[in-house]
Each structure stands twice: as structure tokens, then as C-alpha cells.
């Protein structure tokens, strides 16, 4: 009687066996070992313990070499990755990783120049097109790694990894977000597994405030092995926002299993096991919150008298909240204001359930604001860009959220007080916005 194989279970699989044998090793093993450790993570003990092994090995030959190579690329160790690729059988499944690793760290003419070895020695060509592709986007070379794309014709046209690296370039180039999307959506229906279209398709939507679907495409791509760093920091945000603290805490370890300095993960940790302790006034916060909302309202929402309009804006009073700041006095001490336009802006609040000059008290002492009057068009125009332009990351995005802050102008009239009382919100979040700012020939109010 005859018995039929059956392929071995996530659990069965033995990835420390696969490395540290004798047996073949290339694209199909090392699918099989991510895989296996996307499947059941504690495999991922396996892959660590198989790398320990043959980093022992007195006298590795070079095929050993070429797997363990591999094997530390898969870890994150690029560096030495390289080191012991650079030494091992110079066969195609070498080069191309030496150029993985390379790209990895950000040399992107050293790892250009790997795929192309990898292909002379008979790598699957589509596959090194694929990532000479990505390699020339990140250089900043979109139109090269268009044409790259644009030259691949057949199945690769419809594979996962063509379709997000073309997503990906059409975003380099500025082009249409729709057309990204729809790319990034073919991508993952092609492939459902494929971390890096998860990642796209995940931080699209987390930008557009679909947090409950970002957050499943990030949970999916996180399953998968190498996972995005940024997916592990993004989704470890979003549960931050949940009050999943220790859910969170598992993000950034994974982060830092493989990268013990990343200092971004050390510091998102540090967060989060201090907030896991702290409890919140469900109610209280939720009536802040659209206390926050309403004052973040700008003034240029209500049809007001041009008077009053160009007063204001000359006072540098922006939304409700800068005039629950501002008292009567202040305001009828400015040239042209007069009582009929005092009883506008009372009625203007007392719409929204606000009094002119009730929050006076807790105001702070600031530099001047930005004077629109003395300002160039071009000045002008850099304060009224969207706050998206500053491309910050998703736990800053989401303070700017919460803040109810659009533009530029708007953040800029804000304090690095101001911001680090938003949940969530850090120093390393702070300086990233200053970074954002300053490149841009601006700074927070009061720095």
C-alpha cells in the first residue's frame, strides 16, 4: 500500500535543519524560510540558532558561506551579511543578496552593481529588473527606474513585486495618488503576503484617517517575514491610540530583536510601557477633545464683515481658540475695530457655545506671528501648504489630527509645549517636526 507525502505543517517545518544541512539551498529554501517563520514566529529562534551554528564553523565552505550570508540579510545584520557574502561561492543567489544587503544600508551603486553581476551569473532576470528598479528609485533616479519598469513585459507585469515597485515610483514622481492606490490594491490582490504592497496600501490609508482598515493591512503585512519596519512602528502607533499598550510593546520588540539601537523602537517602547500605567478619564477626555476641535475651527469658516476679517488676520487671530485668548479690550484696541464689529465676532462664539477672551488667562507669552502683511507670495504660499507636505511620520500626523491643525501656518503659531501635551506625542516626535520645519526655513512658535 502506497502512502502520500504531505508537505510539513509551520510547526513540523525544522528551518534550523534546512540551514545548517548539507542540502540545496536557494530562492525555493529561503521562500520556505520566511514562510515558515511568517507562519509561526517562533521559528524565528530557529533561524537565529542555525546563523550561531555556522558562525562557528571553523572552515566554512563557499556555499556555507553564501546561506549564511543569506541567512544574516534575513536578521537585519547587513553589514556582515555583506562581509561573508563578499567571501563566499560568487554564484547568482550571492550576488543578488549582496545586493539586498547593500541596498539595505543605503549603497545603492554597490548594490546596482551586485544585480548586475547577479544576472551575468544567471539570476532570474525579471526579478533582478524588479530590484535594479527599486535600487534607482531610491537613488532619486524615478525616471530610470520607470524606464526600468517600463521595459519588463509578460507575467512579471502582473506579479505583486512589479506592481508595487511601479506604485512606488508613480509616488516618487509625484504623480496621481489614485493611480498609486489602485496599483497598491492590484499588488496585495495579487498577492495578499506581500509585505511591502501591505505596508503602501496600510500607510495610504492611514494617511487618509481610515485607521481601522490601516490597521488591518498593517496587522496582515506584519505577519510576514521580513517585516517593514515601518509597519511594526506605525501598527505599534495605532494600538498606542487603542490603549493596547502591551500589544504596542510587541511592535517595537520585534523592531528590536533584529535592531537592538534602533533608537526610534527604544524610544516608542520607553512610551509605552510608561503609558500602559496611566488611566484616563474616558468622558473628560472625549468633552477635550471637541473642546479641541471647535477651537481649532479657523474664523475664515464664518462670513464676517471684511473689517472684521482684516482685523484679525493683522491680529494674527487664526481660529476660535486664538480668540477665546484675545479679550475686548485688545481687540477694540486694534486700528478700525470697532463695537459693531465686537458684537459679530461675541455672536460668531456664542454659536459655538464660546466667549470672547475666556481662556485669556491661560494664555502664553509669545514671539510675534507671522505678519501676512510683510510677507512674500511665496512666504504666504509655504504657510497655507497642507500639513501633509511635511511628510511626517504617522504618531505626528496623528497629533496634527488631533490638534485639528491643517497648514503650515497653522502648526507654526503652535509651541513645542503646545504639542507635547497631545497623547502620544514626545520629544522625538517634537524634533522630527522641528527638523520638517527648520528644512523648510521655519519653527514653532517660541524656538
Known sequence: MSTLATTPTATEFDVKQLIVSTAAFGPREIDEI????????????????????????????????????????????????????SHADGGALTHFYLGRANLSLDKYEEALTAYESAER?????????????????YMGDAEGSLAILD???????????????????????GGNQSEVVALLERAVGADD????????????NDRSGNDSYARELYEQAAQQFPTHIGTLLNLGVLYEDMEQYERAKGCYQRILDAHPSHWRARLYFKDADASRDMFYDEEARRQQDRLSQVLSIPVTDFELS????????????????????????????????????????REMLHSKGLDLGQFANQRREEEPAYDPDSMSPDERALLDR?????SLSV???????????????ELVRRTGDDLLECKNFGVTSLNEVREKLT?????????
Open 34 to 85: 520566511t514562510a515558515a517563520i511568517a507562519a509561526n514566529y517562533s521559528k524565528y529562534r530557529e533561524l537565529r540558532e542555525a546563523i550561531e551554528e555556522l558562525e562557528l564553523q571553523e572552515s566554512r565552505t563557499p556555499a556555507t558561506s553564501a546561506k549564511l550570508g543569506v541567512c544574516l540579510h534575513l536578521v537585519g545584520r547587513y553589514s556582515e551579511a555583506i562581509e561573508v557574502l
Open 121 to 137: 551569473a544567471g539570476y532570474d532576470k525579471g526579478i533582478v529588473a524588479l530590484a535594479k528598479a527599486e535600487a534607482k528609485r
Open 151 to 173: 521595459n519588463l513585459s509578460g507575467a512579471v507585469e502582473q506579479t505583486a513585486d512589479y506592481l508595487y515597485q511601479r506604485s512606488a515610483t508613480v509616488q516618487a514622481m
Open 193 to 204: 503576503k506581500h509585505s511591502g504592497a501591505l505596508f503602501g496600501l496600510a500607510l495610504q
Open 306 to 345: 471684511v473689517r472684521s476679517r482684516n482685523c484679525l488676520q493683522k491680529m494674527g487671530v487664526m481660529t476660535l481658540g486664538d480668540l477665546t485668548e484675545t479679550t475686548e479690550q485688545e481687540l477694540l484696541a486694534s486700528k478700525n475695530f470697532g463695537e459693531t464689529s465686537l458684537v459679530e465676532i
Open 386 to 390: 497642507p500639513i501633509s507636505d511635511l
Open 395 to 409: 504618531r505626528a500626523r496623528k497629533c496634527m489630527v488631533r490638534l485639528g491643525l491643517t497648514t503650515v501656518g
Open 439 to 447: 528644512a523648510n526655513g521655519l519653527k514653532l512658535r517660541g524656538d
